[in-house]
């Protein structure tokens, strides 16, 4: 069997007509959504990804701001800089791209963000009220695999999710939105005895390790929806994910490629969190 392809890069480009349908409704009704990106240092995968995100915003009508700051910043610098953007009306959303320089401290700069515009869902104003179910943000890549989840038709409820990853912006979050859409829910991690007794029981598993070929085809129920949000290199230099794809896919019924999977998916969450914090922003200011 070959699994099916969840296409990440056409979903994607179809929520990005949608965010900019909406965009323009929002435009005309005087209000243009706006991301400010800050950038802290020279870190070469962080620079392609927040080009991509500022080129994403412009591809839908909205406008965009990059901060790039010097690897030396200053703590308070940076953090004076975020409380400008919290203050600035036209600025609707405020990602500041991880990871940061060694001095700074990463929680301290999320406890700066408002988390009206917080649209990284970073925030543990909004990390609490996703764990509470109450409205706000999502996560942007576990709200993208969930999105892949339910264009493929997957629906988790009754289904054992396993999630390998326990990070606060993947693995944690993950689990959160498997739970909420009714999935029976299991968090594997580096301190996992025995793995693949665990994979092997999931009907949806992701991947979200950081390390190259960790899910092989003995891991992999036959017919599971298989998402992998790894982002590694091999040899050649080439990008490629958690799950070895070539083998998965002749055990899964789903499966995500790297790249054109979960990445593309991430960035059109971001897209639809900065519109949904302009439409709240807009929605504030006329009642
Ligand atoms: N670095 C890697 N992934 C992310 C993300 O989703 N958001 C931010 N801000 N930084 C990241």
């Known amino acids: 069997m070959t699994a099916q392809l969840m296409d990440g890069n056409a979903l994607a480009a179809q929520i990005r007509s949608e965010v900019a349908a909406r965009v323009l409704t929002l435009k005309n009704s005087g209000v243009q959504p706006g991301l400010a990106v800050i950038l802290v240092g020279d870190d070469p995968a962080s620079q392609v990804y ?35 953007l919290n203050a600035d009306p036209a600025v609707h959303g405020i990602l500041v791209q991880l990871p940061l320089p060694p001095h700074i401290d990463a929680n301290q700069v999320i406890a700066t963000l408002s988390p009206a515009k917080d649209v990284d869902c970073f925030h543990v104003a909004n990390v609490g009220a996703l764990m509470a179910g109450l409205p706000g943000f999502k996560p942007c890549t576990p709200h993208g695999c969930m999105r892949l989840l339910q264009a493929a038709g997957v629906d988790p409820r009754g289904k054992h999710a396993v999630v390998v990853g326990r990070s606060n912006i993947v693995g944690k979050p993950m689990a959160m939105l498997l739970l909420q859409a009714n999935a029976t829910v299991t968090i594997c991690h580096s301190a996992t005895p025995d793995l693949g007794a665990m994979t092997r029981q999931a009907d949806i598993l992701v991947a979200a390790v950081g390390r190259r070929n960790m899910i092989t085809a003995d891991m992999v129920k036959p017919g599971a929806a298989v998402i992998d949000v790894g982002m590694n290199r091999n040899e050649a230099g ?22 054109g999977g979960v990445g593309p998916m991430t960035r059109a969450m971001l897209l639809v969190n900065t519109l949904q914090a302009a439409q709240a922003g807009a929605a504030a200011t006329t009642t």
């Open 238 to 259: 080439k990008l490629c994910g958690d799950v070895d794809f070539a083998a998965v896919k002749e055990v899964a019924g789903w499966i995500t490629p790297v790249p």
């Open 50 to 84: 927040v080009k991509h995100k500022v080129a994403d915003c412009e591809s839908v009508g909205m406008r965009s701001v990059l901060d790039r700051l010097p690897a030396d910043t200053p703590q308070p610098a940076l953090l004076a800089r975020i409380r400008a």
